[in-house]
């Protein structure tokens, strides 16, 4: 059973990098084959995907966050993570990691269960 | 404002049938597969319902079931349940964007 955790602060002060990592069992995010994600959902809207990152390194983002946005991938400990830069209260929301599959289509089967992130001074 | 444009909800009684609608250019769904979540709960994992169209994940039960036309998607809900509450969302690759796009989400209502 593939299973994903997010972690990190859940209080980030205005202006600065919000960080996350997310652990992934049982699957190897060096195997291949799917895709890493990072999407998010501010409370009472709806979702929208930030980005993915390939076992490789490749990496894609959404246009609108891609100048703050950096997704990067530790094989070795199974976690990819997440950066955004120069946070304001727009950026308060629950942060998904997920698995992406990219046959036929971009689909997300196995989520994190969310982290609660709060841009507040 | 979502790329994708979803009813923001829709309703129906217990045993009934409903569907919700996805919509766009075609840019995304016109040329790429679509996938629905169900969503229980604000701040809760979605769950992936349907993906390359109409394609179930084992586990999911076949009163759900996913059509696209043009640039058109559809989830149906066929023998509603009271647990069938929730929001829920549809996405698809953006070609044109190289990103995901969902829909704002449509809340179902069992009354």
């Known amino acids: 059973q593939v299973q994903l955790q997010e972690s990190g602060p859940g209080l980030v002060k205005p202006s600065q990098t919000l960080s996350l990592t997310c652990t992934v069992s049982?699957?190897?995010?060096?195997?291949?084959?799917?895709?890493w994600t990072w999407i998010r959902q501010p409370a009472g809207k709806g979702l929208e995907w930030i980005g993915h990152?390939?076992?490789?390194?490749?990496?894609s983002y959404n246009p609108s966050l891609k100048s703050r946005v950096t997704i990067s991938v530790d094989t070795s400990k199974n976690q990819f993570s997440l950066k955004l830069s120069s946070v304001t209260a727009p950026d308060t929301a629950v942060y998904y990691c997920a698995r992406e599959n990219w046959g036929y289509g971009h689909y997300f089967d196995y989520w994190g269960q969310g982290t609660l992130v709060t841009v507040s001074s | 404002q979502s790329v994708l444009t979803q009813p923001p909800s829709v309703s129906a009684a217990p045993g009934q049938k409903v569907t919700i609608s996805c919509s766009r250019s075609?840019?995304?769904?016109?040329?790429?597969?679509v996938s629905w979540y169900q969503q229980q709960l604000p701040g809760t994992a979605p769950k992936l319902l349907i993906?390359?169209?109409?394609k179930r994940p084992s586990g999911i039960p076949d009163r759900f079931s996913g059509s696209k036309s043009g640039t058109s998607a559809t989830l149906g809900i066929t023998g509603l349940q009271t647990g069938d509450e929730a929001d829920y969302y549809c996405g698809t690759w953006d070609s044109s964007l190289s990103a995901v796009v969902f829909g704002g989400g449509t809340k179902l209502t069992v009354l």
């Open positions: 075609s840019s995304n769904i016109g040329n790429n597969y």
């Open positions: 049982g699957d190897s995010i060096s195997s291949g084959g799917y895709y």
């Open positions: 990152i390939y076992t490789s390194g490749s990496t």
């Open positions: 993906y390359e169209n109409n």
